[in-house]
């Protein structure tokens, strides 16, 4: 299958510019500050350049109706694969009163659909981020059928009722397509529509099949891989060793002899790229041609973890501190404490890949003026923008239109090949297809951030109780890019000289929140500690990096939940039990015992109860509330550990989920197995690997994945509350993986691993020492 | 450059190539087929793979000029909406596709070893697991897909 390009989008002429210019008086090279509506109103076929912004005050923006009665939602949301547009799709039916079959729905695009952000985390809901999104335009958009219905009817707004798009009330009825179809609505939201409450509606909280299946299954599905224009180009990058290598010069092809279907090979600051015919053309020509480049060597990377606290300079920053707020200081606490009720402790987490199994890919049709790029970015008006710097354009100018790529889990490198492919396309004159090599998406990723974590934390005890009492805990981290907008935010940006944004400055040590308040990167336990310090540390290094599905919060979580679990064992408390006694929250207190309960937890001091033999069995906890109240989770794993050869196997795994109202049970179920076998295999076998002269983790078998062979048994509960917001349940069971699985082999073996992922080689060492 | 002709999904088909190209590339852009799709290319993952015969291959590594001698067949041509293979409806059934770039290698990885006999209705789920374990999935529908896989090979007979 083909993309179909409008007539409108090739048919671009200088003429067609210049007298759309001088209508809406643009300056070439500046971003055009327009009425958006005027704008569209001046963008007739000749003239095919898109609205500046797509109003999200105007219900038109979100909801359209078909003269055949269909309903089509405009998400500036996306779906990654994991039933995201599906579940907003259940929503409008509901608010509108239409069967899901006449739903239709339209995924960001930067000349239809309202920016609505990032499709990431917790925030991938179509209901947030917006302003108000979605479900507040449907139920802006029923409102309105309304009125106009009671006009027409003569009946009041009170007295109708609506099923399948068809409104009734005084014995007549009128469908939404006679009142509204094939046309605009014209109408700005009110406001004054009140979205059904979740305890209302139906739709909402059935297992709807998902959107796309079918087509995915007979092959007939269209990923942004798959795009293809008339008369396109396709192109490869050629690599330096390491990210911050300088081209020495572009020495050509052996024996100058040109590689069959080469058309070019551009270059640009350290950035070079093979232009050919066809797609095995690119990639061959890619292979033989030769490059001499300076290398900038990597840091070592045994040592990696402990040189984040040295290789500065960092920004650092006190984010909670007691003594700021009740008066206690940690370190005074800390040092009246006697060293039977406190833990001291690293942890260490790797950096590790989003890995698609798909390379990333993008098709750009760049022209003098205009350009039209399609993308699997998770924020496509944040990629208009870094593609506006990149190709020295208006904003306006750039038609960026997401097609659905490879799973993601973040920020993979679907960004990037967007850039590499419209400035190719730029500098060769003609619509340009990139899809990255593996090596290319293994080795050159926005990697998840390795982390470092010093925690030294203490209880008292009063008969089987025992409470926090204190709680130090410093993190450092290594930060370098991220998402769009600035190009050099990933690796072909800073490989074509786009200036990198500077470090942040060191900022003051107030602390930045309040006291046992858990921010978005989950940096604070979730239990209520009087005295406490926290702060963060981010260093600049070679690497970039960039949000990987629960982005910090499953390294601070590792580290949070896996102390609790010492300071437990010093305690010689139940860890669940421990859990309970230190915390307040009540949606999180009720998916711990609702797991404890379905996995009949054993309630003894963990390692208490160790085995003899080559086989030993134990079971772990770990619970947290995602970035503070957006999911709660708490999962309980059993574990077999091999002692002789190290290798851990999840046998069990058991989990209760809160994620507000469960729109689609069962797609939040699948999001909780995807969480679990992604965070097994993220807990056991994934650390990025790299020598002095580049990244080694290149592929499938340098940097491995979980597969079939290992699967525990998996019993999942959803605790539905329609009383309460709807969060996306992506990113959620997964924070808990690493501190579960870590805290079983302790129960197991009496061995604390406190360094991420547990190899065989880390349990065996662990096993030996004393 | 040679023009070579291949079967595939039971129409024979006249293409321009060099015999070294791999058979991927000329599946997709030449006879526009985005069932099988580009993952490695080094034969890890299987994302590409099709049927030589009955037999799966990876046609990421497969030069065009090795697979002239057999019937070739994709995802498109193992069924289709009004006669889908029994995979593919159990893969509906059971939802097993989360983002689906996998989805390809999953049914026709499957869908060979049903063909050659090494999954039939009596195998275990631990053999199916092991006989799976060379194709990769990285959002984590792994119980989904296996669920599918069990159902259609009891809805077929072995």
């Known amino acids: ?80 694969g994991q039933g995201t547009v599906t579940a907003t799709m259940q929503l409008v039916a509901d608010e509108l009163d239409v069967p899901m079959s006449k739903i239709r729905f339209v995924q960001a695009d930067t000349w239809v659909t309202p920016d609505q952000g990032t499709t990431a985390g917790s925030q991938s809901t179509g209901t947030q981020n917006g302003p108000a999104g979605v479900r507040q335009a449907a139920a802006e958009a029923r ?33 939404y397509a006679e009142l509204v179809g094939g046309k605009t609505f014209g109408l700005a939201q009110t406001g004054k529509a009140v979205p059904k409450p979740y305890t209302a509606y139906k739709v909402v909280g059935t297992s709807v099949p998902r959107e796309g299946i079918p087509e995915k299954v007979f092959g007939k599905f269209t990923y942004t891989q798959d795009v293809k224009l008339p008369g396109m180009l396709h192109a490869r990058v050629v690599r330096p060793p390491t990210l911050d290598s300088k081209l020495v010069r572009v020495d050509g092809f052996p024996g100058g002899k040109q590689p069959k279907d080469l058309v070019q090979v551009v270059q640009k600051g350290n950035y070079v790229a093979v232009v050919a015919k066809t797609e095995w053309g690119a990639i061959i020509g890619a292979q033989q ?8 060597p990597l840091p070592d990377w045994a040592g990696f973890n402990d040189a ?112 590499d492919a419209a400035v190719i396309s730029q500098m060769v004159g003609a619509p340009v297809r990139v899809q990255y090599t593996r090596a290319d998406e293994h080795a050159w990723e926005n990697y998840g951030q390795a982390y470092t974590i010093p925690i030294t934390a203490a209880f008292s005890k009063t008969g089987n109780t025992a409470k926090l009492t204190a709680w130090r805990r410093d ?37 930045s929140q309040a006291l046992n308040s858990v921010d978005g990167s989950n940096s604070a336990p979730h239990y209520v500690v009087p005295a406490a310090r926290l702060t963060n540390h981010t260093v600049r290094l070679a690497f970039l990096s960039g949000p990987l599905r ?66 030993l069995t134990g079971m772990g906890f770990s619970a947290m509330r995602y970035e503070g109240n957006l999911g709660y989770n708490a999962l309980a794993v059993q574990v077999t550990v091999d002692t002789k050869t190290g290798k851990v196997t999840v046998d069990h795994a058991w989990s209760a989920q809160d994620c507000g109202p469960a729109i689609n049970p ?95 080689a880390r349990v065996r060492a662990a096993l030996a020492a004393a | 450059m040679s023009r070579l002709t291949i079967e595939v999904n039971g129409a024979k088909h006249s293409v321009e190539a060099t015999v070294d190209t791999p058979l991927l590339y000329v599946l997709r852009n030449e ?7 580009f993952g490695c290319g080094l034969a890890q993952c299987g994302a590409c793979t099709v049927h030589h015969g009955d037999q799966a291959i990876r046609a990421c590594v497969t030069p065009v000029g090795a697979v002239t001698d057999k019937p070739l067949t994709t995802l498109e041509g193992l069924g289709t909406p009004d006669k889908p293979h029994p995979l593919q409806t159990a893969f509906i059934e059971h939802q097993a596709a989360q983002c689906g770039y996998c989805t390809n290698a999953m049914i026709m990885g499957a869908a060979s070893l049903m063909k050659l006999g090494a999954i039939k209705a009596a195998t275990s789920e631990a053999d199916i697991r092991k006989l799976m374990t060379q194709y990769l999935c990285r959002c984590g529908t792994h119980y989904r897909i296996l669920a599918a896989i069990k159902d259609a090979a009891q809805a077929t007979v072995a």
């Open chain 1, 1 to 80: 299958m083909e993309m179909t390009i409008t007539a409108s989008e090739r048919s671009f002429s200088r003429r067609t510019f210049v007298k759309g210019a001088g209508a809406l008086v643009v300056t070439m090279g500046a971003p055009r500050l327009l009425n958006p509506r005027a704008a569209w109103a001046a963008a007739g076929p000749d003239f095919p350049i898109g609205p500046a912004t797509i109003d999200p005050t105007r219900i038109d923006s979100w909801i359209a109706i078909g003269a055949d009665g269909t309903v089509t939602m405009k998400t500036g949301k996306v779906e990654l």
């Open chain 1, 143 to 175: 409102l309105a059928l309304l009125t106009m219905a009671s006009a027409k009817l003569g009946v009041p707004v009170g007295s109708l009722t609506v099923a399948d798009g068809v409104v009734s009330g005084g014995g007549q009825k009128v469908s």
């Open chain 1, 289 to 296: 041609l030769e490059v001499t480049w300076q290398t900038a």
């Open chain 1, 308 to 419: 984040l606290l040295t290789l500065g300079p960092s920004t650092n920053q006190v984010i909670q501190d007691s003594k700021f707020s009740n008066g206690l200081d940690v370190d005074a606490v800390l040092a009246a404490t006697p060293d039977s009720n406190k833990v001291s402790a690293t942890y260490k987490y790797p950096i590790q890949m989003h890995g698609s199994m798909g390379t990333s890919a993008s098709t750009a049709d760049v022209r003098a003026n205009t350009a039209t790029v399609w993308s699997s970015t998770q924020g496509i008006y944040a990629l208009r923008s870094m593609l506006a710097t990149a190709l020295g354009m208006p904003a306006q100018n750039i038609h960026c239109i997401y097609v659905e790529g490879s799973g993601c889990y973040g920020q993979n490198k679907a960004d990037d090949v967007s850039l």
């Open chain 1, 475 to 511: 993190a450092w981290t290594s930060s370098r890019g991220g998402r769009p907008g600035p190009p050099a935010n990933m690796a072909s940006g800073i490989l074509m000289g786009f200036p990198e944004t500077p470090q942040a400055q060191s900022t003051t040590l107030t602390p």
């Open chain 1, 550 to 615: 629960s982005p910090a919060r499953i390294q601070n979580t590792f580290a949070n939940e896996t102390i609790v679990d010492e300071l437990a064992v010093l305690a010689g408390v139940d860890p669940v039990q421990f859990r309970l006694d230190n915390l307040q929250e009540p949606r999180l207190i009720d998916v711990i015992e609702l797991t404890a309960q379905m996995a009949k937890w054993p309630a003894r001091p963990s390692g208490s109860k160790i085995g003899t033999g080559r086989y």
């Open chain 1, 666 to 760: 069962d797609g939040q179920r699948q999001q909780a197995e995807g969480c679990l076998m992604q965070g097994i295999s993220r807990s056991l076998i994934e650390e990025l690997r790299w020598g002095p002269n580049g990244i080694r983790s290149r592929d499938w078998v340098t940097y491995p994945v979980i597969r079939f062979d290992h699967m525990p048994t998996f019993a999942f509960r959803v605790i539905d509350r329609r009383d309460q917001a709807a969060v996306g349940a992506g990113e959620v069971l997964i924070t808990n993986a690493p501190a579960a699985i870590g805290n079983a082999i302790f129960d197991a073996t009496g061995k604390r691993l406190r360094q991420v992922p547990f190899t065989p």
């Open chain 2, 31 to 37: 006879l526009r087929l985005h069932g099988p799709r």
